[in-house]
């Protein structure tokens, strides 16, 4: 890579862990929050959905925007509206000013990791999206680490405020992608912005129905179908048609959500397990997580050189395979020691952090050019989707009494093994994603991925 390449993706990588730390402080300071404001434990929640929410959402919407506008000056914006939000919510003194904050942060943050992972298609060539996206995923999986232990400690020393202070950071890495970002023109097109409020609101609504009411899924559904109607018969839509019908990257967006749905599924289940069943304080919980983070984000940029290397699929073949064969181990060893339990974490987070790495740029090889910012949005939004999911539905399913499923448990504790065998096992299904993938009657257009 050249100079410039270097320090777009330094500035790349600075401005992502922020945006990752500013979605895994804040789950350590709603105690604090409850307490101050004397809110439910619903009601302070919407500090994480209201953020939740809006960066879903925005991740597609920025992915269309870019399909027309130059990066750089949408990058501008979501920089400023995340910084805004921040500084909005450092000196708030209501709660109502808090979820103002957080929607604003999550309004600009959303163009971050979207914004990133086009640039990372745009502007550098086939051969290295696979390196510059192992860097991204280093820093990913560095962010999911230190996040939780660095939000403990700064609520515990100062104050819940100073978080939002944290991110305001981000503002740094302007200057620099200014000067390294592409000068770029306007594309000739208009943004659909009756397809972006139906498709917006819909996705919002169902993701608030996997979590609060069944009538939001209604919603949802509801407002979905008279999105996909209103594409098929508008001119130049939010999302072109042909998107879904493009057979490989639907695979690949369904893969996207069994990979999510695993891994955000056991982040949930793991600490009540370290909890109840190895009687850990919320402090040692952290650490067991912590060395399988950073190991992850040490080797993720060699994940993403084998990419380059191998192939993108070899190396989502074999991640998949690892975090699948990790979910099992957890299922089977639960009672047996958390050092064993840390140590396969080592091998989910490096199998996850392989495929964040090669997932994202084999997405895009399967697209036309003039569809890879919308599609890669779909992408983040698939990936949102399928971490929402996880863990909800693995939580009403610890509430049901089941029988040992997993022969290999030794007994005791069935729902949490079974829970994780659940997993794994829609872990393994996403391999048969990637197989049929590969079949060559699947549509797969020119600018295909080795």
């Given at each position: 890579?050249?100079k410039?390449q270097?320090?777009?993706?330094?500035s790349?990588?600075?401005?992502?862990?922020?945006?990752?730390l500013?979605g895994?402080m804040?789950?350590?300071a709603?105690p604090?929050?409850?307490e101050?404001f004397?809110?439910?434990?619903?009601?302070?929640s919407?500090?994480?959905?209201?953020?939740?929410?809006?960066?879903a959402v925005?991740?597609v919407?920025?992915?269309?925007l870019?399909?027309?506008?130059?990066i750089?000056?949408?990058?501008t914006?979501?920089?400023i509206?995340?910084?805004?939000?921040?500084l909005?919510?450092?000196?708030?003194e209501a709660?109502w000013?808090?979820?103002?904050?957080?929607?604003?942060?999550g309004?600009?943050?959303a163009?971050?990791p979207?914004l990133?992972?086009?640039?990372?298609?745009r502007y550098?060539?086939?051969?290295?999206?696979?390196?510059v996206?192992g860097?991204?995923?280093s820093?990913?999986?560095?962010g999911?680490?230190?996040?939780?232990?660095l939000?403990?400690a700064l609520?515990?020393v100062?104050d819940?405020r100073?978080?939002f202070l944290v991110?305001?950071?981000?503002?740094?890495?302007?200057?620099?992608?200014l000067r390294v970002?592409?000068h770029e023109?306007?594309?000739?097109g208009s943004?659909d912005?009756?397809?972006a409020?139906?498709f917006?609101?819909?996705?919002?609504?169902l993701?608030?129905?996997?979590?609060t009411?069944?009538?939001?899924?209604?919603?949802?559904a509801?407002?979905?179908?008279?999105?996909?109607l209103?594409?098929?018969?508008k001119?130049k839509?939010?999302?072109?048609?042909?998107?879904?019908?493009n057979?490989?990257?639907?695979?690949m967006?369904?893969f996207?959500?069994?990979?999510?749905?695993?891994h955000?599924?056991?982040?949930?289940?793991l600490?009540?397990?370290?909890?109840?069943v190895?009687g850990?304080?919320?402090?040692?919980?952290g650490?067991v997580?912590?060395?399988?983070?950073?190991?992850?984000?040490?080797?993720?940029?060699?994940?993403g050189?084998?990419?380059d290397?191998y192939?993108?699929?070899?190396?989502?073949?074999w991640?998949?395979?690892?975090?699948a064969a990790?979910?099992?181990a957890?299922?089977s060893?639960?009672s047996v020691?958390?050092?064993?339990?840390s140590?396969?974490?080592?091998?989910?987070f490096?199998?996850?952090?392989?495929?964040?790495?090669?997932l994202a740029?084999y997405?895009?090889?399967?697209?036309?050019p003039?569809e890879?910012?919308?599609?890669l949005?779909?992408y983040?939004?698939?990936?949102?989707m399928?971490?929402t999911?996880?863990?909800?539905?693995?939580?009403?399913f610890?509430?049901?009494?089941?029988a040992?499923w997993?022969?290999?448990?030794?007994?005791?504790?069935t729902?949490?093994?079974?829970?994780m065998l659940i997993?794994?096992l829609?872990?393994?299904?996403?391999?048969?994603?990637?197989?049929r993938?590969?079949?060559?009657?699947i549509?797969?257009l020119?600018?295909?991925?080795r």
């Open positions: 890579m050249n410039r270097v320090f777009l993706v330094a790349m990588c600075y401005m992502i862990f922020f945006s990752v500013n895994t804040f789950n350590v709603l604090a929050l409850s101050e004397a809110l439910s434990p619903s009601g302070v919407w500090v994480v959905v209201a953020y939740s929410l809006i960066f925005g991740a919407t920025y992915g269309k870019a399909d027309i506008y130059p750089r000056r949408l990058i914006i979501g920089l509206l995340f910084s805004a939000g921040s909005i919510g450092f000196l708030s709660y000013m808090i979820i103002t904050a957080r929607v604003i942060q309004s600009g943050s163009a971050i979207a990133a992972m086009i640039a990372s298609a550098f060539p086939l051969e290295k999206r696979g390196y996206m860097f991204v995923a820093t990913v999986a560095f999911f680490g230190i996040g939780p232990l939000g403990g609520a515990q100062f819940w100073v978080l991110s305001v950071s981000s503002l740094v890495a302007l200057p620099v992608l970002l592409p023109q306007s594309q000739d943004f912005i009756i397809g409020v139906l917006g609101i819909g996705a919002a609504a993701l608030l129905g996997v979590n009411n069944l009538w939001f899924l209604v919603l949802g509801l407002l979905l179908l008279i999105f996909f209103h594409i098929r018969v001119e839509p939010f999302i072109q048609i042909s998107l879904f019908q057979r490989k990257f639907v695979l967006l369904l996207t959500l069994c990979i999510y749905f695993s955000m599924a056991t982040f949930f289940v600490p009540l397990i370290l909890e109840d190895n850990l304080q919320p402090g040692w919980i650490m997580f912590f060395p399988g983070a950073m190991i992850a984000a040490i080797l993720g940029m060699r994940a050189k084998l990419s290397t192939g993108s699929m070899v190396v989502l073949k991640a998949a395979i690892m975090m990790g979910f099992l957890i299922s060893l639960i020691s958390v050092i064993w339990i140590v396969t974490l080592i091998l989910i490096l199998g996850f952090s392989s495929i964040q790495a090669s740029s997405m895009a090889s399967t697209l036309d003039k890879t910012g919308v599609g949005g779909l983040n939004l698939t990936a949102f399928g971490g999911l996880g863990p909800t539905l693995i939580s009403a610890l509430e049901v009494n089941t040992r997993n022969m290999l448990n030794p007994g005791g504790f729902s949490y093994s079974n829970s997993v794994s829609i872990c393994f299904s996403s391999l048969l994603l990637l197989q993938a590969q079949d060559p009657l549509q797969q020119p600018s295909t991925h």
